[in-house]
């Protein structure tokens, strides 16, 4: 049954939650600082501080994104007044960096990979989780209103048992043998690329709009070219993953950063035993429903939304919404969070164990060439 609720602004006042007006802080000053400091702006925070690289970076950095002032590092940036930072850097520092913004008593917001190994991942959740700090990771496909409304669907039983998942994350950007980048290699990207970059979003999606787990997985990785741009590609390019849910539910991944057209291709199709339904982050405003009988085309509408998903909703009908929006969402419920509430599908720390855990297994299975257990209880 439909419930009709009224739209509700997300935006997050964070001048009345107790804390005051909220100071954020920024470690790095690329585009994904761009993307966080937006969002801050949006939830009603002071973006107070930026250090990056080079005390020179930073000021370019904090002039280019509006930022009030340039740290000339992270330890001046600590000293300092931020409530919360962001960790926007390449991913073979997150751990580093995040460790010592908990250990100050910071809040923090870590870019994912949340680590580069497992065991670092569980160190930092451990870290945050002794030291009493909000940490959260920006799984941010969790806030389109369309994925919201996806889940709870599935949650009211709208599609029946579980029977199939169809899914995949497809990009063209490093389709290229000049295409190159920072995370093409072990040092800063980490050992995964395609999987711990894009792939963990959409295990992360998988999971949180089906209400249950991965347990079992096997998986196939290629990489395309062993070197860009004078360099040598340490990841991979693309994945293959086959998964067993909780339910028994069986499904395919296909991850790829070098699919012709495919610019931000996240899907999620699940096939219950009464209907299905299918997301595409491309097309954000709408939900497929397939049913034996005929399909039809759900367009985002709060008024006749799931309870609880209108507050996702950031504008009236009719009017697009997207990725920035999305980011947004999270980063108001991180906020929220400093002041004590507990926002419904906030991803955490713990969030990124889990991907971190996930991204082991692909590797492993791949490497092995076997299936691999990753049931709950491991992360």
Known sequence: MLTCVRIIDMTTDVTDTGVGTIRSGFLGGGFMAQVHSRAARAAGATTAVLASSTPDRAAQAARELG?????????ELL???ADIVHVCTPNATHTALALRVIDAGKHVICEKPLATTLAEARELAAAAAERGVVAAVPFVYRYHPMVREARARVAAGEIGALLTVDCGYLQDWMLLPEDDDWRATSAEGGPSRAFADIGSH???LLEFVAGERIVRLTARTRRVYDERGGHTVTNEDAVSILVEMQSGAIGTLLISQMAAGRKNALTLELHGAQSSIRFDQER??????GNR????????DPTFAHEGVARFSRVPAGHGQGYQDAFNGFVA????AISGETPDGLPTFVDGVRAAQLTEAVLAAAREERWIDVTPDQA
């Not at 009988?293 to 985002?300: I, S």
């Open 67 to 75: 930022i009030d002032r340039a740290a000339r590092d992270i330890d």
């Open 79 to 81: 000293s300092g007044e």
């Open 202 to 204: 959409l295990c992360d």
């Open 333 to 336: 419920d991180a906020y929220a």
């Open 284 to 289: 954000p405003e709408e939900l497929w429903i």
């Open 293 to 300: 009988a005929g399909n039809l085309q759900l367009f985002r």
